[in-house]
């Protein structure tokens, strides 16, 4: 069974600094894109950051210049470095990878189960 599992999570004053890591487990055959996702209170699900398996990157506006992402390929893992953190940052982060079971089956979408981080003013 494919598990994603995220860990780094924690509380942090403002301008401070956290990096998440999260790990897929199980047998796979390869994955595809990986990204972080994250989710305050009362708002939808957003994107953060996404990276390829070539390792071309995205980011959402509100974290560029400040945060990461990378990945391991042979460790598979995707990390997400968080620098300059903000109290609007405060979130549930979820890991999401695309991953292909068999090298000839489609990929399917993974989530881990979200790791929290608080930024205090």
């Known amino acids: 069974q494919v598990q994603l599992v995220e860990s780094g999570g924690g509380m942090v004053q403002a301008g401070g600094s956290l990096r998440l890591s999260c790990e897929a487990s199980?047998?796979?055959?390869?994955?595809?894109?990986m990204a972080w996702y994250r989710q305050s209170p009362g708002d939808q699900r957003e994107l953060v950051a996404e990276i390829t398996r070539s390792s071309a990157i995205n980011y959402a506006d509100s974290v560029k210049g400040r945060f990461t992402i990378s990945r391991d390929n042979r460790e598979r893992t995707v990390y997400l470095q968080m620098n300059t953190l903000k109290p609007e940052d405060t979130a549930v982060y979820y890991c999401n990878a695309d991953i292909r079971r068999t090298p000839w089956g489609k990929t399917r979408e993974y989530w881990g189960q979200g790791t929290q981080v608080t930024v205090s003013s």
């Open positions: 199980g047998t796979f055959s390869s994955i595809m894109g």
